[in-house]
């Protein structure tokens, strides 16, 4: 579904543009250029608030996790109720000829209170037909609903908002028949299953509506206790979304095909922002995988390479919290980096990947986001990245953290996931 999807990117660019004044305008004011990257200075991953330095996995555990985690609910995606949910599910279908037989698929209804008319998740969920035992499984977001991941008529076709997209007939927030199997080339269900995996999906949108309407719809309607606007560290869609992650993990638990205790959560781009939060606040989940998460994901923001928080927090306001938007054009004043939160990974397994086109995104930011993790995971034992300097073009480094820049543009492709798959075979087996 390159099309598609890159059509979703370039809207997000175009909007950019017109807040730029003019494309022109736009391509400006990003900075492409590495002698133009500020000086800056990045904060002591390894040192307290108080101002210890950390030498054991326990201090890291038992204090300084918290206090990195605090900072990104305080200054970046900011922090939602706990909410009272009441998790039930309901099966809508269940095939075993899917994927030209190779997978068993469930589509499941969650309903997250007693009521069927309240909010509610739609799961569609693949395991390898003939499997035997329980396997391990990848459990990521999509962005256009589930019947775009194949196209198969008998799949539900979403409910939930979506964004107009006249390339696929969509004039009104209503899915489309056209969407069906618009995104299959980004989920890689054969090779999954194949590769004795599962794989759970669903809409974003289910979770909470991309767009800024105040906070009124999506799970924020369900969990926020006042409906005024949101103010500080109120927790916006990013956090949603991982919550809504969260619950789908919580679903699992139960389920007798995927074993829950290796599940990795995989998010592409504003999904893959998502995923690392998701994966920095429930460490249920055994392994993260940031797919050109860019600003606001893995690439360090005081780089100031491409998207800058002013950009992403003027177009998508509802993304992350109020309090991220005091450091528009003041990336520096951050007390906090992305190495940072793709340390609250550690000691789990963590991919970040890049495009080598997908400048916007900042690949040297994304590596370096990755590479400055690596002090947690050594104080754990694991093994970090070998060196500071980024790989060649499609020259995976995998140690018991990943990284990629392929070919091509902003987008997943099959070279992504037949990389997850060597990864995850590599800890999740
Ligand atoms: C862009 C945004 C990026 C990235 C992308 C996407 O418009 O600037 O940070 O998140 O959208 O999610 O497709």
Request: aromatic residues 10%; contains cysteine.
């Amino acid at each position: 579904m390159a099309n598609l999807a890159s059509g979703i990117y370039a809207a997000g660019l175009a909007v950019l543009a017109t807040l730029a004044g003019s494309p022109v305008g736009f391509a400006q004011e990003a900075n492409y250029d590495e002698a133009k990257v500020p000086k800056f200075r990045l904060p002591d991953l390894l040192k307290t608030e108080s101002g210890e330095q950390v030498t054991t996995p326990e201090q890291w555990v038992g204090q300084r996790r918290a206090e990195v985690l605090g900072l990104f609910e305080e200054h970046v995606f900011g922090k939602l109720p706990e909410g009272d949910f009441q998790l039930r599910t309901r099966v809508r279908s269940d095939v075993r000829d899917a994927i030209g037989g190779l997978a068993h698929r469930r589509e499941v209804t969650v309903f997250l209170t007693a009521d069927d008319d309240g909010p509610k998740l739609e799961l569609l969920i693949y395991t390898p037909v003939g499997g035997t035992g329980k396997v391990p499984a990848f459990l990521g977001l999509n962005f256009n609903g589930n019947q775009a991941i194949e196209a198969d008529p008998r799949l539900h076709l979403t409910e939930s908002w979506v964004r107009n997209n006249r390339e696929l007939g969509i004039e009104n927030n209503r899915a489309s028949e056209a969407t069906r199997g618009s995104e299959a080339s980004r989920w890689a269900v054969e090779k999954i299953v194949k590769a004795g995996y599962g794989l759970v999906t669903l809409y974003y949108g289910d979770i909470d509506p991309d767009f800024d309407d105040g906070f009124k719809n999506g799970i924020h309607a369900f969990l926020r206790k006042s409906a005024g606007p949101r103010t500080g560290n109120e927790g916006g869609s990013i956090s949603a979304w991982a919550w809504g992650l969260s619950r789908v993990l919580d679903v699992l638990q139960t389920d007798s095909e995927i074993d829950a205790s290796r599940v990795a959560v995989f998010g592409h781009s504003r999904l893959g922002k998502t995923s690392l939060w998701a994966g920095a606040m429930d460490e249920r989940f055994a392994m993260v995988i940031a797919n050109n998460s860019g600003c606001g994901g893995a690439a360090l923001s005081k780089r100031a390479f491409g998207e800058t928080v002013g950009r992403i927090n003027r177009v998508f306001p509802h993304w992350f919290c109020v309090n991220h938007s005091k450091y528009n054009e003041n990336e520096q004043a951050l007390p906090l980096d992305h190495h940072m939160l793709v340390a609250l990974a550690a000691p789990r397994p963590v991919y970040v990947t890049s495009a080598v086109e997908d400048e916007w995104a900042d690949p040297r930011g994304e590596f370096l986001g990755l590479y400055y993790a690596g002090p947690v995971y050594t104080l754990f034992g694991r093994e970090p990245l070998p060196s500071d300097v980024m790989p060649e073009l499609n020259q995976p480094v995998m140690t018991d953290m990943a990284y990629h820049i392929r070919t091509g543009k902003h987008d997943v492709t099959d070279y992504d996931w037949e990389q997850f798959l060597k990864f995850a075979d590599k800890h999740l087996r």
